[in-house]
Nanobody, 118 residues
Framework: QVQLVESGGGLVQPGGSLSLSCAAS????????MGWYRQAPGEQRELVAN??????NYADSVKGRFTISRDNAKNTVDLQMNSLKPEDTAVYFC?????????????WGQGTQVTVSS
């Protein structure tokens, strides 16, 4: 099993900043990818940003505003969110893909609320 512990999030005014952190622990051979997804009410879960096999991917809507960083030694992934907009309001989920027991397996955090409102 893999445990994901998320921190950060909260309420911020438009134009403000927030940061999210996620730490992975448990039994796995390696981590293939770490990143963040989000889901707004009534919407599908969507990729925000991730790092996978040496490549960094961002949703077009957050490029230039959000920065993802990963610490491979600590198995952590952070998301710095700047210039936040009301449309960034969502539950943000940490996502990890690990190589475990001979196959790739995805795990999800419990989610943390980000609300951008004046």
């Amino acid at each position: 099993q893999v445990q994901l512990v998320e921190s950060g999030g909260g309420l911020v005014q438009p134009g403000g900043s927030l940061s999210l952190s996620c730490a992975a622990s448990g039994s796995f051979f390696s981590i293939n990818a770490m990143g963040w997804y989000r889901q707004a009410p009534g919407e599908q879960r969507e990729l925000v940003a991730n790092q996978k096999r040496g490549r960094t991917n961002y949703a077009d809507s957050v490029k230039g505003r959000f920065t993802i960083s990963r610490d491979n030694a600590k198995n952590t992934v952070d998301l710095q969110m700047n210039s936040l907009k009301p449309e960034d309001t969502a539950v943000y989920f940490c996502n990890v893909e690990v190589y475990q027991f001979g196959r790739n397996v995805q795990y999800w955090g419990q989610g943390t609320q980000v609300t951008v409102s004046s």
